[in-house]
């Protein structure tokens, strides 16, 4: 006979505390937003919401001389002129972990140094079935064969476990779960989702955010997801990657709202946008999608950042921006919080042009700088942005790998389809 577990509610004195605790917690760090926003300066403040990726620092003519090196003086030119709050990728192949704290603390130091104000860099990574562009880590089956386990335990452990090994190698912001729904066979990347079912994917969604986080997103070995791609991205008519997709809204709040929404639930400080379309409106000028809903129903309180190059697109493939200037001002508008540029600065002028113009208020910067700062003080960046070297001892250990065994053996033959 199966053992029932029964749910005991906390005291009534011990939830007051916990409430207040957590109230605390955020008024401080709201208190920190507000003090460090009107310090800021409107090139810094749009810096914040602009990221490139480490080619742009780093040695060779297009950044991707090997062995990888950063070039400090370009690097200089990233933080000190265009103030920029973010960086992300790798070159063309996966650094160890050493070269990786060294590149992270390089970084940090311009940063913490050299900067006016002292705020960090947020770095993000594509962590996708484990951190993939770090030699020797531990690489977990793709997220469809996860789902093939039914078990939310071991994506939970899959989430942890990632999240330790990116900490180890100074990253703390990982670009997944990928919580598009499976339903389009002809779609290529398929196998990066946890299938056609919602409740499955919500349920596993949920839980590699709760194994990745922890309850506190700023511990040792925990850091911050993004959820991706917002919303729709999986289902285009014609099968191909980045394109059209017709979904009605009910079956949108029906089958692929829900997945997101149960991840916001659980704390997920980021969001990365949808490349395609939806009945004919990018889903980088999509008010309803960012705003209304994401930001206004389900109540989001992090950052919403875009996918590679894709607010020039409103311009150059979508044409619905008459102007690379007018992409900016509708992304911004319609509730992007950062650029995910990547190549070159050309974001950050062209929004202090709207600025200027005043087709972009300052109240809207404001809010997008607002959640990016709130989102590296909750990582404990401000405290501490640097590499835990500690985690470095049990980085790709033997339990890792056992774990990754049961994941691969249980999506193969998972003993809950018995």
């Known amino acids: 006979m199966m053992s029932r577990q029964i749910f005991r509610p906390l005291p009534a004195v011990l939830l007051l505390f916990a409430c207040a605790s957590w109230a605390l917690g955020q008024d401080v760090i709201d208190g920190q937003v507000r003090d460090l926003l009107s310090r800021m300066t409107l090139e810094e403040k749009v810096g914040q919401m602009t ?19 950063l070039d400090m003086a370009k690097l200089d030119t990233a933080l000190l002129r265009y103030h920029v709050g973010s960086i992300i990728n790798v070159g063309p192949q996966a650094y160890s972990l050493d070269h990786w704290q060294e590149v992270i603390t390089a970084i940090q130091n311009v940063a913490m140094r050299k900067t ?40 939970r452990e899959e989430g942890s476990i990632t999240a330790s090994e990116m900490r180890a190698s100074g990253i703390p912001w ?36 709760q194994g990745h986080q922890g309850t506190d997103v700023s511990a040792p070995g925990k850091g911050g997801v993004c959820l991706k791609h917002y919303v ?28 997101f929404e149960e991840a916001v639930k659980a704390g997920a400080p980021s969001v990365m946008v949808n490349s395609g379309e939806v009945d004919g409106i990018p889903g980088h000028a999509n008010y309803h999608l960012l705003t209304e809903i994401l930001k206004g129903e389900m109540q989001f309180k992090g950052f919403v950042v875009s996918d590679w190059a894709d607010i020039i697109r409103l311009h150059a493939r979508d044409r619905v921006a008459v102007s690379p200037k007018d992409a900016v001002r509708m992304a911004v508008m319609a509730g992007i919080d950062m650029s995910m540029v990547p190549l070159d600065y050309s974001f ?18 404001d809010d997008a700088v607002s959640r ?20 470095k001892s049990g980085f790709a250990s033997a339990q890792h790998t056992a774990v990754n065994l049961k994941a691969a053996e249980e999506s193969i033959h998972s003993p809950r389809q018995e």
């Open 51 to 69: 990221q490139v990726t480490v080619d742009v620092v780093s040695l060779g003519a297009d950044g991707r001389q090997e062995p990888h090196q």
């Open 232 to 259: 729709g991205y999986s289902f285009p008519m014609s099968g191909k990657d980045r394109t059209a997709a017709w979904i009605s809204e009910r079956m949108m709040r029906e089958y692929f709202l829900p997945a």
């Open 348 to 365: 950050s002028p062209l929004l202090l042009e709207c600025v200027k113009d005043g087709s972009v208020p300052v109240s809207r910067i």
């Open 372 to 391: 990016i700062l709130r989102v590296k003080l909750q990582l404990g960046l401000f405290k501490d942005p640097y590499p835990d070297v500690r985690l």
């Open 174 to 209: 990982n670009f997944y779960p990928v919580l598009d729904l499976g339903r389009q066979p002809l779609w290529p990347r398929l196998w990066e989702t946890y299938g056609e079912d919602v409740h499955l994917s919500a349920a596993m969604g949920k839980a590699y955010v």
């Open 116 to 155: 006016r104000l002292k705020i960090p860099v947020l770095y993000g990574i594509d962590a996708v079935h484990g951190v993939n562009y770090t030699h020797g880590a531990t690489l977990f089956p793709q997220a469809i064969n996860m789902a093939a386990t039914f078990n939310t335990d071991l994506v």
